[in-house]
């Protein structure tokens, strides 16, 4: 494999691994109240059948009415969406805060790595189809730091969760029951793709590869292969061309050894047919009688 198609092998994944952690944590910020379908920790009542819902920006909670019957209803309202929001502890049926503020707030951190992959992902776009260093350069740049704040993220989700299902337990004699959401796990498959993505793109960026690769484009320097030119024919105007003309003709002189006579040539030159024929006579002088 040439050196340019080990850069594209390597580029691909590097925009691969990019794109899925870009999605990954992009679901865990639009986790509920915007999605209900996905949440950083769902409860449930193990009397009523009521359930709740916690993600980054808000909660829901889906109350079940007429319980007793057959065929409960069952009314679901969500808090307003913001950061640092507040859960509403009289719903758990306790004065105890069930979510901290303080780590309610951290979760703004997946918001964050979601603005960096989204901005790694355009990036490792370009690079990939313009195959572009540069651009290559950017989206490592962009993607460690989308990878970093993703870990931070991640483990902020882990003591978001802990923390919140231990207090839904403890505080409500174990009438509610916390579970880990999927969001949660969506942080952790997103921080790994982000660090893979990561590897990928310093070695498409920095490798050795890619700087020979890159010298000899700039360069512009291809191997040539050493052949050896062999005679071909020749064409009319060719030889025209490669002849002589009349004043460029050495004089011809022939000295035999001990030969008491002078040689002298005489050229002449005639057009013929379009071409020039050139004849040579020679003369020869005594020396002595």
């Not at 105890?96 to 790694?120: D, P």
């Not at 870990?151 to 231990?166: D, E, M, P, Q, Y």
């Not at 029951?177 to 793709?193: D, E, P, R, V």
């Not at 990928?200 to 291809?222: K, Q, T």
Request: proline residues 3%; glycine residues 10%.
């Amino acid at each position: 494999m040439s050196l340019r198609g080990m850069k594209q092998a390597i580029t691909f994944p590097a925009f691969f691994l990019t794109l899925v952690g870009f999605i990954l944590v992009l679901l865990v910020t639009l986790s509920v109240p915007i999605i209900h379908s996905i949440n950083m920790i769902n409860a449930g009542q193990t009397v009523t059948g009521s359930t709740a819902s916690l993600g980054v920006f808000g909660a829901c909670y889906t109350q079940a009415q007429n319980f007793a019957t057959r065929k409960p209803e069952f009314t679901t309202f969500c808090s307003g969406t913001g950061a640092a929001y507040t859960v509403n502890n009289a719903y758990f049926g306790t004065t105890q805060t069930i979510a901290k503020k303080g780590l309610a707030g951290g979760l703004v951190m997946n918001v964050i790595a979601c603005g960096f992959a989204g901005v790694a992902f355009i990036f490792g776009l370009l690079g990939w189809l313009l195959r572009n260093r540069p651009l290559m350069v950017l989206l490592f740049i962009f993607v460690l730091l989308a990878a970093f704040f993703e870990w931070i993220a991640f483990w902020i989700n882990l003591g978001f969760v802990l923390n919140t299902r231990s207090n839904i337990s403890r505080d409500t004699g174990g009438i509610w029951t916390g579970h880990i959401g999927n969001a949660f796990w969506l942080s952790l498959g997103s921080a790994l793709a982000l660090s893979f993505a990561t590897c990928f793109a310093g070695v498409s960026s920095f490798s050795e590869e890619e700087r020979r690769d890159r010298d000899r484009d700039a360069a512009n320097v291809r191997p040539v292969p050493q052949v050896h030119e062999k005679p071909g024919r020749r064409w009319p105007w060719q030889k025209r061309r490669d002849s002589a003309t009349a004043s460029e003709v050495a004089p011809v002189a022939a000295y035999p050894a001990n030969a008491d006579s002078q040689a002298t040539e005489k050229v002449t030159g005639e057009q013929r047919n379009g071409g020039y024929c050139y004849v040579v006579t020679i003369g020869v002088e005594n020396a002595g009688t």
